[in-house]
């Protein structure tokens, strides 16, 4: 079965960086999409970003320049690195990936941002 172990999550301050994981147990980089989704308490799962098999990357408009998604193709595993963070930040964050035939998802990994 495909597996997606997510791992990086936390309690921090605001303006602290974590670095969030993913690990995969097949291949990604022929998957159509790469991601990280989050949802917050009473809110709706929201894209945060995403990366094109070339590298290209994209983000919701609320982190950007302050999170960088990448991946390790060869590890088969994706992350996102996520700087000054603020308390709008806290949600459980997903990986997701897609391939021809379905999506995939992580458990989650819960990120709690808060003095």
């Known amino acids: 079965q495909v597996q997606l172990v997510e791992s990086g999550g936390g309690l921090v301050q605001p303006g602290s960086s974590l670095r969030l994981s993913c690990a995969v147990s097949?291949?990604?980089?022929?998957?159509?999409?790469r991601d990280w989704y989050r949802q917050a308490p009473g809110k709706q799962r929201e894209l945060v970003a995403t990366?094109?098999?070339?590298?290209?990357?994209n983000y919701v408009d609320s982190v950007k320049g302050r999170f960088t998604i990448s991946r390790d193709n060869a590890k088969n595993t994706l992350y996102l690195q996520m700087n000054d963070l603020k308390p709008e930040d806290t949600a459980v964050y997903y990986c997701?990936?897609?391939?021809?035939?379905?999506?995939?998802w992580g458990q989650g990994t819960q990120v709690t941002v808060s003095s």
């Open positions: 997701h990936i897609k391939d021809i035939l379905r999506d995939y």
């Open positions: 097949i291949s990604i980089a022929s998957m159509r999409t």
């Open positions: 990366i094109g098999s070339g590298g290209l990357a």
